[in-house]
């Protein structure tokens, strides 16, 4: 089952502009990963955030963590061409941390 | 940083025959790793958890008969696609975990397999 809901599930921005994207999930976490997809390409970890931070930046990408509301959002700012992909929220669990993905946001960043 | 090398890239085979789908860890040594399945435009959805040297543990609905899983070493995780069926087609992809810690570490992906089963 799904842990995280991203959105928007797609979202198309000008190059230059800034995007913003979403991601909710459900249960308690000890942190929370943003990832990248490039089109028929394997993912790409981007940044994690841990539960008791509420900010972290890494160059242009800001990512939130609100426990109380079980949410988290990614900021990409002064978006490029080549930041078009699918960004994923992921939280690890279980026994074995095992990873479990958001649906995902397709940003298009049109030139 | 931690690679991991996953082929083939992409694999076109006949119903009724079996694929496998390598996934390596190359420099460092993965105890878990984790085969994914994903539909176009979806997202991953987690098939399998392998540990090196024991079963490995299949998600509710994966079945275990179709899609085997072997870890025999701490660098070396594959999947077998067994008679598959043109249901099977689809993007599969591998990810390592390893280390003392998740903070060494964290999660390294495959760049992924496409199969299609005609």
């Known amino acids: 089952s799904q842990q995280g809901e991203e959105d928007p599930q797609a979202l198309s921005i000008q190059e230059g502009e800034n995007a913003t994207m979403n991601c909710s999930y459900k249960?308690?976490?000890?942190?929370l990963q943003w990832y990248r997809q490039n089109s028929g390409r394997g993912l790409v970890h981007l940044i994690l955030?841990?539960?008791?931070?509420r900010e972290k930046h890494s160059g242009r990408l800001r990512v939130t963590l609100d426990t109380s509301k079980k949410s988290s959002s990614l900021l990409i700012t002064a978006s490029r061409a080549a930041d078009t992909a699918s960004y994923f929220c992921?939280?690890?669990?279980?026994?074995?941390?095992?990873?479990?993905f958001g649906k995902g946001t397709l940003l298009t960043v049109n030139p | 940083g931690a690679v991991v090398s996953q082929h083939p890239s992409w694999v076109i085979c006949k119903s009724g025959t079996s694929v496998k789908i390598e996934c390596r860890s190359l420099?460092?040594?993965?105890?878990?790793m984790f085969w994914y399945r994903q539909f176009p435009k979806q997202s991953l959805m987690l098939m399998a958890t392998?540990?090196?040297?024991?079963?490995?543990?299949?998600e509710q609905g994966v079945e275990k008969d179709k899609f085997l899983i072997n870890h025999a070493s701490l660098t070396l995780s594959t999947l077998t696609v067994t008679s598959a069926h043109p249901e099977d087609s689809s993007f599969y992809i591998c990810?390592?975990?390893?280390?003392?810690?998740?903070?060494?570490?964290?999660?390294?992906f495959g760049s992924g397999t496409r199969l299609t089963v005609v």
């Open positions: 990810s390592a975990r390893g280390g003392l810690t998740f903070g060494t570490y964290g999660y390294t």
């Open positions: 249960t308690s976490i000890n942190n």
């Open positions: 955030i841990r539960s008791n931070e």
């Open positions: 992921a939280t690890p669990g279980g026994s074995n941390y095992k990873l479990t």
């Open positions: 420099d460092f040594q993965a105890t878990t």
């Open positions: 392998s540990n090196e040297g024991s079963k490995a543990t299949y």
